[in-house]
């Protein structure tokens, strides 16, 4: 829920080989390849979709796997009585046709451990907008593969696939599209593979467990694209509650090549006490908002995704109010690397994507009256992962070591490195506030004892908290944002004393068309 709060602070493997695609050091406008090092800058990020599933799913088997259970898409309810009437452990197959429930809107499929649903060709699990969930309860280890689940409406922040978030499930080849809320929750050890997403009401996929921990979640060759038809920023404001995908409390993320595009709103967005995250080949676009939000959560690499042509829409809206704040393609909220959590990285660190075409690059952002037990911070209830209990950060204690630290989310050790960042004004239709890069705070000042206030913040995400761009490629006007949003500077001030940024990049200012 970074935006917000920042508003209210100023103001106040083996598929994996098969769904790859090839993959290229430029991006496809061939922005700046007329120059050697234009040519060496390396990447590595796929130049086209590498998860092109929506048009043509994989279908599953015409005929009945050996031992499964036939289940009719003439009986209603069908589904749901022969799972709940045969052993844990069974393979259901659904034939050809259109599945449904029983018309009450709690009425569900809850699965045993180790079931298996596998989809003939055509089958369809639909919610006839009656029924609120279709896959319900707390098994764990279940299967859903080649099944198109659609038309269910779940309640706000809710799911339709794997409801009660149970750990183990694996979804594959599947198609989740159509329905209010999440089409799909998650749980511990998921796997989420090659599926659609489409045009689900809230979310494509809510990664959140009640009262949990989701640990060692893959989301891997999917296409996930129109989510938030509902249009839930607008109808509650500022919640953060909307995306392609949004993650909470999840330690440790494979998220990688799959295609987010054309979402309202934010295409990735981490939100509070993730950690451990992978995101990488990935192609993300057109999506409304932010490609990506990593927000009030830690250690991450995100490396080798081409993000083009996002962002236009909230940007250009924002521009368009007056609001100076560099909104970005790529936002970290009070986030970075802490290498006294557990993780494959200690830091986070951003290299060998291309930007191509959004509105603006990558901003650092840490709001500083946002902490632990502070009435501004949005995710409420929620305390660091250094510090466990939220009331101990509190006066006179936090004003000193170890809490004044551990009691922050903090924008820190963000290295940020051999990207391409392409810009042509006259494709992203701007002529101002479109091209920037940021690192800033706002100026602290609530509640009254908070003991961030004044330019600390500010002062120690800019110069002292090991934030840095170098070896970059820049093509285009690009400007640059630090300490706070009335400091833009251009390439040579961003580089000279004090703040000594993007070492060894280069810059052509000329548009990247």
């Given at each position: 829920?970074?935006?917000?709060?920042?508003?209210?602070?100023?103001?106040?493997?083996?598929?994996?080989?098969?769904?790859l695609a090839a993959t290229?050091?430029?991006?496809?406008?061939?922005?700046?390849?007329?120059?050697?090092?234009?040519?060496?800058?390396?990447?590595?990020?796929?130049?086209?979709?590498?998860?092109?599933?929506?048009?043509?799913?994989?279908?599953?088997?015409?005929?009945?796997?050996?031992?499964?259970?036939?289940?009719?898409?003439?009986?209603?309810?069908?589904?749901?009585?022969?799972?709940?009437?045969?052993?844990?452990?069974?393979?259901?197959?659904?034939?050809?046709?259109?599945?449904?429930?029983?018309?009450?809107?709690?009425?569900?499929?809850?699965?045993?451990?180790?079931?298996?649903?596998?989809?003939?060709?055509?089958?369809?699990?639909?919610?006839?907008?009656?029924?609120?969930?279709?896959?319900?309860?707390?098994?764990?280890?279940?299967?859903?593969?080649?099944?198109?689940?659609?038309?269910?409406?779940?309640?706000?922040?809710?799911?339709?696939?794997?409801?009660?978030?149970?750990?183990?499930?694996?979804?594959?080849?599947?198609?989740?599209?159509?329905?209010?809320?999440?089409?799909?929750?998650?749980?511990?050890?998921?796997?989420?593979?090659?599926?659609?997403?489409?045009?689900?009401?809230?979310?494509?996929?809510?990664?959140?467990?009640?009262?949990?921990?989701?640990?060692?979640?893959?989301?891997?060759?999917?296409?996930?694209?129109?989510?938030?038809?509902?249009?839930?920023?607008?109808?509650?404001?500022?919640?953060?509650?909307?995306?392609?995908?949004?993650?909470?409390?999840?330690?440790?993320?494979d998220v990688r090549g799959?295609?987010?595009?054309?979402?309202?709103?934010?295409?990735?967005?981490?939100?509070?006490?993730?950690?451990?995250?992978?995101?990488?080949?990935?192609?993300?676009?057109?999506?409304?908002?932010?490609?990506?939000?990593?927000?009030?959560?830690?250690?991450?690499?995100?490396?080798?995704?081409?993000?083009?042509?996002?962002?236009?829409?909230?940007?250009?809206?924002?521009?368009?109010?007056?609001?100076?704040?560099?909104?970005?393609?790529?936002?970290?909220?009070?986030?970075?690397?802490?290498?006294?959590?557990?993780?494959?990285?200690?830091?986070?660190?951003?290299?060998?994507?291309?930007?191509?075409?959004?509105?603006?690059?990558?901003?650092?952002?840490?709001?500083?009256?946002?902490?632990?037990?502070?009435?501004?911070?949005?995710?409420?209830?929620d305390c660091t992962l250094?510090?466990?209990?939220?009331?101990?950060?509190?006066?006179?204690?936090?004003?000193?070591?170890?809490?004044?630290?551990?009691?922050?989310?903090?924008?820190?050790?963000?290295?940020?490195?051999?990207?391409?960042?392409?810009?042509?004004?006259?494709?992203?239709?701007?002529?101002?506030?479109?091209?920037?890069?940021?690192?800033?705070?706002?100026?602290?000042?609530?509640?009254?004892?908070?003991?961030?206030?004044?330019?600390?913040?500010?002062?120690?995400?800019?110069?002292?908290?090991?934030?840095?761009?170098?070896?970059?490629?820049?093509?285009?006007?690009?400007?640059?944002?630090?300490?706070?949003?009335?400091?833009?500077?251009?390439?040579?001030?961003?580089?000279?004393?004090?703040?000594?940024?993007?070492?060894?990049?280069?810059?052509?200012?000329?548009?990247?068309?």
């Amino acid at each position: 829920m970074g935006i917000k709060g920042r508003q209210w602070a100023l103001a106040a493997a083996p598929l994996a080989l098969a769904l790859l695609a090839a993959t290229g050091c430029d991006s496809t406008s061939g922005g700046g390849a007329d120059t050697p090092d234009a040519r060496a800058m390396p990447t590595d990020a796929p130049s086209t979709p590498v998860a092109r599933v929506c048009a043509k799913p994989v279908a599953g088997p015409a005929k009945a796997p050996a031992g499964a259970v036939t289940v009719d898409p003439g009986v209603v309810g069908d589904l749901a009585a022969k799972t709940k009437s045969h052993p844990a452990n069974t393979t259901f197959w659904l034939r050809p046709g259109k599945h449904r429930l029983e018309p009450d809107r709690y009425a569900q499929v809850i699965p045993k451990e180790g079931d298996r649903y596998v989809g003939a060709p055509g089958a369809v699990l639909d919610g006839g907008k009656k029924n609120q969930y279709a896959f319900g309860g707390s098994a764990r280890d279940v299967t859903i593969r080649h099944l198109t689940v659609q038309r269910f409406v779940a309640p706000p922040d809710e799911g339709v696939v794997n409801h009660d978030s149970a750990d183990g499930w694996v979804i594959e080849h599947a198609t989740i599209q159509h329905n209010s809320g999440a089409g799909l929750m998650a749980g511990a050890r998921q796997q989420v593979r090659a599926n659609c997403l489409r045009e689900n009401g809230q979310y494509g996929m809510n990664a959140y467990k009640s009262g949990g921990l989701i640990r060692d979640l893959v989301v891997e060759g999917n296409e996930i694209v129109g989510n938030n038809t509902g249009d839930w920023e607008r109808r509650r404001e500022g919640c953060g509650c909307t995306g392609g995908i949004k993650f909470w409390a999840v330690n440790g993320a494979d998220v990688r090549g799959n295609w987010v595009h054309d979402n309202r709103g934010t295409g990735l967005w981490a939100d509070t006490n993730n950690n451990d995250f992978r995101i990488e080949n990935n192609v993300l676009e057109a999506n409304d908002g932010a490609a990506l939000i990593y927000e009030t959560s830690y250690n991450a690499v995100i490396r080798k995704n081409t993000i083009r042509r996002n962002n236009w829409v909230e940007g250009r809206r924002e521009a368009d109010r007056g609001d100076n704040f560099p909104f970005a393609t790529v936002y970290l909220s009070e986030s970075g690397g802490e290498p006294r959590i557990p993780a494959r990285t200690s830091k986070i660190e951003i290299y060998r994507n291309v930007l191509e075409n959004n509105w603006s690059g990558i901003t650092l952002w840490e709001n500083a009256d946002r902490f632990c037990n502070s009435p501004a911070n949005t995710s409420s209830g929620d305390c660091t992962l250094l510090v466990k209990k939220t009331d101990r950060c509190a006066q006179p204690a936090i004003a000193t070591a170890p809490l004044y630290a551990d009691c922050r989310w903090k924008t820190q050790r963000v290295d940020i490195h051999h990207n391409r960042f392409v810009l042509d004004t006259s494709v992203v239709k701007c002529t101002v506030k479109c091209g920037r890069m940021a690192v800033l705070a706002n100026y602290g000042t609530y509640p009254d004892w908070s003991p961030y206030q004044g330019e600390r913040v500010a002062e120690a995400i800019t110069g002292k908290q090991h934030n840095r761009w170098h070896d970059n490629d820049y093509l285009g006007p690009w400007s640059f944002i630090a300490h706070d949003p009335s400091r833009e500077l251009d390439s040579g001030q961003w580089q000279g004393m004090p703040y000594q940024q993007d070492a060894g990049s280069t810059f052509r200012a000329r548009d990247g068309g």
